[in-house]
């Protein structure tokens, strides 16, 4: 079965510095990754997605991500951190036939800014 | 306007009752789901609902069926509610099947089975 792999349930990190959230794919020929953030008792939003074209894509908000085949990863980074990022950030894929059989979720990442 | 808006948003009842969840998108989306999100905040895909096809999570028990009354509407029925169903279940929708993989949430509906 697909399956997308995030180690780090939580990360603490002091304000002002940067960050990285770990997601791992398994693979297959044909996948979309996303990162999804959760805010406090909110649903899901799309931070960013990669589909093809340049590995490293960027959000509005300063965080960008790389996908990397050959390691099967598509971690999520951000240089600098401000308290408005604290909140839950899935990792998902959809494989190749997915569409209507919705994304697969890693388990999330707690990301918890300290001042 | 709320996108995807679900209800109630809380959620509490005693086990062996009946409820239902209520979800709506003024999108224009085609394409519908359920997620469950247990305690420890794992989301899993419960169904999706896409020009009439259901799709079916199969480890979903049959005690929960989904209902769609027309394309903007995907309600959660959860027949004989056991402790275990406590959960924020999540609606969403996307356009296209869901291929460029960007889902629309709700807010989610917590549910406490007591």
């Known amino acids: 079965a697909q399956s997308v792999t995030q180690l780090d349930s939580q990360v603490p990190v002091f304000e002002e510095a940067p960050v990285e959230l770990r997601c791992n794919y398994s693979s297959s020929v044909s996948v979309y990754l996303f990162w999804y953030v959760q805010y406090p008792n909110q649903g899901l939003q799309l931070l960013l997605k990669?589909?093809?074209?340049?590995?490293l894509v960027e959000s509005i908000n300063g965080f960008e991500a790389e996908f990397n085949k050959s390691q099967t990863s598509f971690h999520l980074r951000k240089p600098s951190v401000h308290i408005s990022d604290t909140a839950e950030y899935f990792c998902a894929a959809m494989y190749s036939g997915g569409g209507a059989d919705g994304l697969t979720f890693g388990k999330g990442t707690h990301l918890i800014i300290q001042p | 306007d709320t996108a995807v808006s679900q209800t109630p948003k809380y959620l509490v009842t005693q086990m062996g009752n009946d409820k239902s969840i209520k979800c709506e998108q003024n999108l224009g989306h085609d394409t519908m789901y359920w997620y469950k999100q247990d305690s420890k905040k794992f989301l899993k895909i419960m169904f999706s609902y896409n020009n009439k096809e259901l799709i079916i999570n199969e480890t979903v028990p049959n005690r929960f069926s989904p209902k769609s009354p027309d394309k903007a509407h995907l309600n959660l029925h959860i027949n004989s509610l056991e402790l275990g169903d406590s959960a924020v279940y999540f609606c969403a929708s996307s356009q296209a099947g869901g291929y460029t993989g960007e889902l629309f949430f709700g807010e989610g509906s917590r549910l406490t089975v007591l």
């Open positions: 990669y589909l093809s074209g340049s590995t």
